[in-house]
């Protein structure tokens, strides 16, 4: 089992930063590759990025790149999004995930999720 805990959350102007931690609890954090969605009202949840277990490798959706960066600290047993340059279409609440596989950009290949953190970009 895995237990992810998200944080880092809030409202935040366009143009403003935001970092949001998932700490991880439970089976060795540095075995498992960590992914990103997001999911606003109304829509499909969406993927926003993935980093290996080791951190070495790491992809991101069109939408976020140059913008968001995924880190993760195997030492701290967490993973970090930075997101810079926000915009209103990034509202949405953000889902950490752990995946026993390479990192996917598919939600059904994750196997376990934290319960999310609201993010809010008003114009």
């Known amino acids: 089992q895995v237990q992810l805990v998200e944080s880092g959350g809030g409202l935040v102007q366009a143009g403003g930063s935001l970092r949001l ?3 991880a609890s439970g089976r060795t954090f540095s075995s498992y590759a960590m992914g990103w969605f997001r999911q606003a009202p109304g829509k499909e949840r969406e993927f926003v990025a993935a980093i290996s277990w080791s951190g ?7 939408s976020v790149k140059a913008r968001f960066t995924i880190s993760r600290d195997n030492a701290k047993n967490t993973v970090y999004l ?3 340059s926000l915009k209103p279409e990034d ?10 596989g390479p990192g996917s950009a598919f939600a059904d290949e994750y196997d376990y999720w934290g319960q999310g953190t609201q993010v809010t970009v008003s114009s």
Do not use: K, R
């Open 82 to 84: 930075q997101m810079n």
């Open 56 to 62: 070495g490798s790491s992809h991101y959706a069109d």
């Open 91 to 100: 509202t949405a609440v953000y889902y950490c995930a752990a995946d026993f």
């Open 21 to 23: 931690s998932c700490a």
